[in-house]
C-alpha cells in the first residue's frame, strides 16, 4: 500500500473564493503556490466560479504535476497544472557516464554496467546501453540516485 505523506494531503483553502475574477485568480495563485511550494500562474480569464463552501486544493494524481480546487457548493472542479512553472532539476546523470542498473524483487536484486544515453535529473527516465552486449535499456532515476530498470 503507497502512503501519501501529510503534505500531499488534500487542504482546505485558507481563504473563500468569491468576487473580483482577477483577484479570485490571484488568491487562487497565491494558495497554490502555497500548497505546492511552486509559483503558479493563473489566467484571470480563466477564474472559477464563486465558491460558497470551502474549496480543497489536491495533487492529481497525488504528487504529480498537477492540482484540483475543488468546490462541494456549487460543485465544480478545476485542474492546474505545476510542473511547468518549476524549474526543472539538473540532471545528475550526463550522457556518456557509466552507471550501475539495477533490477530486483522479493529477496532478489541484480545489476548491471550501462552507458548512459541522455542526461537525467532525479525522477526522469533515461535511455541506456548495456556495456557488456550493447542493448538498449530504459530506467528510471529514483530521488535516492538509484537506477532501476523500467517496469520493475
Known amino acids: 500500500m503507497t502512503t501519501v505523506p501529510r503534505e500531499k494531503w488534500p487542504t482546505p483553502c485558507s ?50 504535476g498537477a492540482v484540483s480546487v475543488s468546490c462541494a457548493s456549487p460543485g465544480w472542479r478545476l485542474f492546474v497544472p505545476v510542473a511547468g512553472n518549476a524549474a526543472r532539476a539538473a540532471p545528475v546523470v550526463r550522457r556518456g557516464d557509466v552507471v550501475a542498473v539495477v533490477a530486483g524483487g522479493p529477496g532478489y536484486r541484480i545489476s ?14 533515461l535511455r541506456l546501453r548495456n556495456r557488456a552486449t550493447g542493448e538498449r535499456l530504459q530506467a528510471e532515476l529514483r530521488d535516492d540516485g538509484e537506477i532501476w530498470l523500467a517496469g520493475l
Not at 24 to 44: K, M, R, Y
Not at 112 to 125: C, K, L, N, S
Open 112 to 125: 548491471v554496467a550501462a552507458i548512459a544515453e541522455t542526461d537525467a535529473a532525479p525522477g526522469a527516465r
Open 15 to 64: 481563504v473563500p473564493l468569491k468576487g473580483d475574477p482577477a483577484m479570485l485568480a490571484a488568491a487562487l495563485a497565491a494558495q497554490i503556490a502555497a500548497f505546492t511550494g511552486q509559483p503558479v500562474t493563473l489566467d484571470p480569464r480563466l477564474a472559477p466560479p464563486d465558491c460558497a463552501a470551502t474549496p480543497v486544493i489536491a495533487w492529481v494524481p497525488p504528487g504529480r
